[in-house]
């Protein structure tokens, strides 16, 4: 089944400590992307990568990074969570043809305390 | 900044009659502009999408208008039925890489 996965789908953590998001797709899609959903501001894009080793920020890149090592893999970092990154992410892939379709993931629902 | 707009948060219509959601942007430079289907505790499907270069793209129930003069689009589902109950973004793009999201307007469709 053509899918993005996103893990953990659910992550409660403290001010400061370090974590990873992960997100793989299978469906060989060299356009993949991260965005958070705040309530009043819709989704708004952190960053984006156009092929491996090719990343570069979006709307809100702020207090994160990426990185794409693997053509299926972009893992999202906070290397400092801060509760202003208490929001839902989601990652989602596309082919790239320039239409903007994407596949988007479950989502992952993170709370900073 | 908000460079794409919905603003109606929410619209109800009857069972069979046409939904009409709009969108508001601000940017002339975009060249593909996107609706997206939510459901709740589920990510954003694709629903249809128009380049800058037309005025209108058909999908079965499913029709998006593109106005550039007034920086204006509207998705047009006929009939409506139930299961379209969902939130409806709007997005556009430009370059194909970055994408800007409205706010959401939430569908509800009445039996």
């Known amino acids: 089944e053509a899918q993005v996965t996103q893990n953990p789908r659910y992550l409660i953590t403290v001010t400061g400590k370090k974590l990873t998001v992960t997100c793989s797709q299978n469906?060989?899609?060299?356009?993949m992307s991260w965005y958070r959903q705040d309530p009043g501001l819709g989704l708004r894009q952190i960053y984006y990568s156009m092929n491996v080793e090719v990343t570069d920020k979006g709307d809100v890149p702020e207090g994160y990074k990426v990185s794409r090592k693997e053509k299926r893999n972009f893992p999202l970092i906070l290397e400092s969570p801060s509760p202003n990154q208490t929001s839902l992410y989601f990652c989602a892939s596309g082919p790239g043809t320039g239409d903007g379709e994407q596949y988007f993931g479950p989502g992952t629902r993170l709370t900073v305390t | 900044d908000q460079q794409v707009k919905q603003n109606s948060p929410s619209l109800s219509v009857q069972e069979g009659r046409i939904s009409i959601l709009n969108c508001d942007y601000t940017?002339?430079?975009?060249?593909?502009f996107l609706w997206y289907k939510k459901y709740p505790a589920e990510g954003p499907t694709f629903l249809i999408s128009?380049?800058?270069?037309?005025d209108k793209n058909e999908d079965g129930r499913f029709t998006v208008f593109l106005n550039k003069s007034a920086k204006h689009l509207s998705l047009h589902i006929v009939p409506s039925q139930p299961g379209d109950s969902a939130v409806y973004f709007c997005a556009a793009s430009y370059t194909g890489n970055q994408f800007y999201f409205g706010t959401g307007t939430s569908l509800t469709v009445i039996p």
């Open positions: 469906m060989n899609h060299e356009y």
């Open positions: 128009i380049s800058s270069i037309k």
């Open positions: 940017n002339s430079m975009f060249d593909y």
